[in-house]
């Protein structure tokens, strides 16, 4: 049996009221098939109150796609503050997804100062890290897997991870349908366990590190078999519910084994 696995689906900017409402019916409908796995969507933040209002009453949690740095509300147009997206019922919070790092130029300071906002609004942070295709090249894999997350543990120290998800994202995977081999995500999420446990063997030990980039129906399972892949965050497959669905379902199977 594998411990408890969490599947996130990030639906980054798509979606309407209305594919919303269908695609959150059928998870409602079917989410309680999944007693053991912690589901969550992150849906764009225009929508995250109306879909806390469908998933009341269902184990299916909300989290946000990012929030602002910020610690109190103030003059930061178009910004969105955590407590503000507590208030909506989100769970979790998405921080430096590779969105956010490479479109948006999100320094690892800024996600970091993210991390601990999030926390501070009472929301779980979800720290995405990953390297790009020429840094994987350049063997320089766990160089920026080291930096992105000690950029975290300075600012909020090792205790901070305590009941943070780590999302390994590798940037090449991402929305390509390239998937890491089990192999080569069983890697990273080794070495980004080894670091933690490096500091605090406990908090190593129960985090929950998600493995992200083109993960769907028919990978999830070799991938959440490997024994420090905790689940998935899942994107582009996150918006057809059969799919998503059955990336749930094979969660829940590595969980009765
Ligand atoms: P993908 O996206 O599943 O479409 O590759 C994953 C993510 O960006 O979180």
């Not at 921080?95 to 956010?100: D, I, P």
């Not at 490479?102 to 690892?108: F, I, L, Q």
């Not at 090249?137 to 090792?158: M, P, S």
Request: some cysteine.
């Amino acid at each position: 049996m594998k411990r408890s696995l969490t599947v996130m689906g990030n639906w980054k900017m798509n979606g309407t009221r209305g594919d919303n409402e269908s695609l959150l019916r059928e998870l409602v409908f079917e989410g309680k098939k999944f007693p053991s796995v912690e589901v969550a969507v992150f849906p764009p933040s225009v929508f995250i109150e109306s879909v806390a209002q469908q998933l009341v009453g269902s184990p299916v949690r909300v989290g946000a796609q990012d929030l602002c740095e910020q610690l109190k509300p103030g003059a930061f147009t178009g910004e969105v503050l955590g407590a503000m997206l507590k208030e909506l019922g989100c769970r979790y919070a998405l921080v430096g997804h590779s969105e956010r790092r490479h479109v948006y130029g999100e320094t690892d300071e800024r996600v970091a100062a993210k991390f601990v906002a999030a926390q501070h609004s009472g929301l779980t942070p979800v720290l995405c890290v990953g390297e790009q295709l020429a840094e994987r090249e350049a063997g320089q894999t766990e160089t920026v897997l080291d930096r992105q997350l000690l950029a975290v543990i300075d600012q909020g120290g090792v205790a901070s991870l305590r009941g943070a998800l780590i999302a390994y994202e590798p940037v090449w995977a991402i929305g390509t349908g390239k998937t890491a081999s089990p192999e080569q995500a069983q890697a990273a999420h080794a070495h980004i366990r080894g670091l933690i446990a490096a500091r605090d063997a406990k908090i190593a030990n129960s985090i929950c590190i998600l493995y992200g980039g083109s993960v769907k129906a028919d990978n999830a399972a070799e991938l959440f078999a490997q024994a420090d892949v905790d689940g998935g965050l899942i994107g582009g497959a996150s918006l057809k519910a059969s799919e998503f669905l059955a990336i749930c379902a094979a969660a829940q199977a590595l969980h009765d084994e």
